[in-house]
């Protein structure tokens, strides 16, 4: 899963020291996984902070949190600290973070995502534009936000109920409902 090199958790070690707080960890997760947007993090992890689900691995002298929607995407990713002339710099390469990743048990942000990164935002970048998931509320409706060309576009409606919310709607049967929460009166890249 994850490589965190020796030099890396000499880094890891002092940076939790310093914080003086007893039983401190860290905790690694990727935002927004499977999409072009994917950022891999690595946190302080304080005693409670962690979640019920997430997987832990004992270095020497530290704990890592490892969240469990995050494990798929974290394939082959390794932290690694490199010591300059301005002190070092800590980097974490995760290679599949980006990469969309659907199985049986997959989320509905998941699916949706996958959906929107792989179908629906090609088709949308010909005019400029690109939706995004903003949240799953209530379990069944996917809340988008469109960019670009799209925000403003007078043909943003037809976009959503005839393009997106239908594929969306088809290909995902946990969802009801797909919302739209864009301000469309801005209309300064607007395709039309």
């Known amino acids: 899963m994850i ?3 020796e030099s890396a958790q000499e880094y890891l070690t002092d940076l939790l020291e310093k914080q003086e707080v007893e039983g401190i960890s860290v ?3 990727i935002l927004d996984a499977g999409t072009p947007r994917a950022e891999t993090c690595i946190s302080f992890c304080r005693p409670g902070e962690e979640k019920d689900d997430d997987e832990v691995k004992n270095y020497k002298t530290f704990k890592t949190f490892i969240e469990q929607r995050s494990k798929p995407f974290l394939e082959d990713a390794v932290v690694d600290f490199q010591k300059d002339s301005m002190g ?6 995760a290679p599949n973070s980006r990469l969309p990743k659907i199985s049986d048990d997959s ?21 400029g534009g690109h939706v995004s998931l903003e949240e799953i509320f209530e379990e069944t409706i996917a809340v988008l936000r469109f960019g670009g060309g ?4 007078g043909m943003v409606d037809v976009t ?8 969306l709607l088809s ?3 946990q969802l009801t409902e797909v919302r739209d ?11 039309y």
């Open 150 to 153: 799209c925000q403003g576009c």
């Open 160 to 167: 959503l109920k005839d393009g997106v919310e239908k594929a």
């Open 27 to 29: 905790r690694i997760f």
């Open 171 to 173: 290909q995902i049967p």
């Open 181 to 191: 929460v864009t301000d469309h009166s801005i209309t300064e890249n607007a395709y």
């Open 88 to 93: 070092g710099q800590l980097t974490i390469k």
């Open 107 to 127: 989320t509905v942000e998941d699916r949706v995502n996958y959906v929107l990164y792989n179908e629906v935002n090609p088709g949308l970048a010909a005019h």
């Open 3 to 5: 490589n965190i090199t």
